[in-house]
C-alpha cells in the first residue's frame, strides 16, 4: 500500500506496534523445555489481547498463529506439542497480524539460551545486513541492488542467500506488490521503491543452502543443501530519505 493520509499511518503504526511487542514477548518467553506450540499459544493469546487477528492464519489457514521455525527449518515451521525447544536451539519466530484492516509482517531468528553450536554469528550477520539494507532503500532506489547489497553482504561473511524468497509488500493485506524483493540482485527487475509504499524487507541468510523447499506437510520450508538459515525482517515506510522502521519496537 502507499500512506496517503495520516489516519493510513496511524492505522499502520498501530499494528506494526501489535506484532513488534508480540514478537518480542515470545522471545522473552520461550525457554528450554517448551514446546513450539506452547510458545505459539502465548503469542496467540498477545495477539487477541491486542485485538488484532493473526495474518497466516487469516489468509492461508496456517495451523498456527505464528510460524515457528526450528534448527534447519527455514521457514513456516508449524507450532507443534511434540517439538520441545532445546537450549542452544536456532529458533525464528514470524509474526503478521491484521487489524483494523491493517497487516504487519515482522519476525527475527535468535539462539534460544547459551550458543551451544555456535550460532549467533550467523544470527549477528542475518540482524546487520538487514539494518544495512533498511539504510540503503529509499524512493527510487532499485529493488535489486538491494538484493544486489544483501547478498555480497551475506558472501563477506562466508554465508549465501536463500533465492526464493522474498520481501513483499504489505498494508492492506499480507502480500501486496512488490513480491519480489529477493535476496539477491536480479538484473532484470526494474522495480524501484516508491516514497511513501509500505514493505516487508527480509532477510534470509544461509551456512549452505541456496534454495528452500517445500515439506510434504505443505508449509515447513527446508534448505536444498542442508545447514542453517536466520532470517530477519521489519515492515517499512519508503521515504526519501531513511525509511520508518514501523516494527522497530520488537528490538529484533
Not at 509488500?169 to 519480489?180: C, I, K, M, N, T
Request: aromatic share 6%; with cysteine.
Amino acid at each position: 500500500m502507499s500512506i496517503t493520509t495520516e489516519a493510513e499511518l496511524l492505522g499502520m503504526q498501530k499494528i506494526s506496534a501489535a506484532v513488534a511487542e508480540t514478537l518480542r514477548q515470545m522471545r522473552e518467553h520461550a525457554r528450554p523445555g517448551m514446546t513450539t506450540k506452547e510458545l505459539d499459544d502465548f503469542g496467540g493469546e498477545l495477539l487477541a489481547a491486542a485485538g488484532a487477528r493473526s495474518a497466516p492464519k487469516l489468509t492461508y489457514g496456517f495451523p498456527g498463529w505464528t510460524c515457528i521455525s526450528v534448527n534447519n527449518e527455514v521457514a513456516h515451521g508449524i507450532p507443534s506439542a511434540s517439538r520441545v525447544l532445546q537450549e542452544g536451539d536456532l529458533v525464528n519466530i514470524d509474526v503478521s497480524a491484521e487489524l483494523g484492516g491493517f497487516w504487519a509482517d515482522n519476525g527475527g531468528s535468535f539462539v534460544l539460551g547459551q550458543d551451544l553450536h555456535q550460532r549467533q554469528p550467523l544470527v549477528e550477520a542475518s540482524r546487520q545486513i538487514l539494518e544495512k539494507a533498511l539504510s540503503q532503500i529509499k524512493g527510487g532506489v532499485k529493488v535489486s541492488e538491494i538484493g544486489f547489497l544483501i547478498e555480497t553482504e551475506a558472501r563477506k561473511r562466508g554465508y549465501k542467500v536463500i533465492k526464493n524468497l522474498a520481501g513483499h509488500g504489505v498494508g492492506r493485506s499480507l502480500h501486496e506488490e512488490p513480491h519480489d524483493i529477493l535476496n539477491w540482485g536480479d538484473k532484470f527487475n526494474r522495480t524501484r521503491f516508491k516514497k511513501n509504499s509500505v514493505v516487508a524487507i527480509e532477510t534470509f541468510i544461509s551456512t549452505g543452502s541456496t534454495y528452500a523447499i517445500e515439506q510434504k506437510d505443505g508449509w515447513t520450508l527446508l534448505g536444498n543443501k542442508g545447514g542453517f538459515v536466520a532470517q530477519h525482517e521489519h515492515t517499512i515506510v519508503v521515504t526519501d530519505g531513511k525509511p520508518l522502521i514501523l516494527t522497530a519496537a520488537n528490538g529484533i
